[in-house]
């Protein structure tokens, strides 16, 4: 299978042919690096969302149990395996999961039809 020659590419010498080259590769390395860069930033923005989630539940939890900061970290898994076994948890769990899921779903549909009507407010 040939390749059509670009006649670009015919009129010019050896030398811009490398000086063409090198720019490309300086290019495709810069490239290269801003996707590096733009993947340690996603990944660091992830960290933090994470984190703050964690925080925030954690929070959730020590004020629904206060006693639970005087427990240690043995204790408070102990609790939290109880918590995962109880049937009535994993429903009351999945019912909000559900819930949130649709609301979800119904915010996202609201936003469809606005687009379609064309409403940017």
Same mark, same amino acid.
Request: hydrophobic share 30%; aromatic share 4%.
């Given at each position: 299978?040939?390749?059509? =020659? ?8 050896? $030398? ?10 300086? +290019?495709? $390395?810069?490239?290269?690096?801003? &996707? ?5 930033? &996603? ?12 925080? !925030?539940?954690?929070? $959730? ?10 427990? $240690?970290?043995?204790? !408070? ?6 918590? =995962? ?6 429903? !009351? !769990? ?12 119904? +915010? ?14």
């Amino acid at each position: 299978m040939s390749r059509a =020659k670009n006649p670009k590419y015919e009129s010019m010498s050896l $030398e811009e042919l490398k000086a063409n080259m090198e720019k490309s590769r300086k +290019q495709l $390395e810069h490239a290269i690096h801003n &996707k590096n860069l733009l993947e340690q930033r &996603k990944k660091l923005v992830e960290r933090k969302e994470r984190s703050h989630r964690l925080i !925030v539940k954690g929070a $959730e939890f020590e004020k629904a149990f206060p006693l639970s900061k005087d427990l $240690e970290q043995e204790d !408070v898994q102990k609790v939290m395996s109880q918590l =995962k076994i109880s049937v009535y948890n994993r429903g !009351v !769990v999945r019912n909000v999961s559900n819930a949130a899921e649709k609301i979800g779903r119904q +915010q996202i549909s609201e936003a469809v039809e606005k687009t379609e009507k064309g409403d940017d407010s």
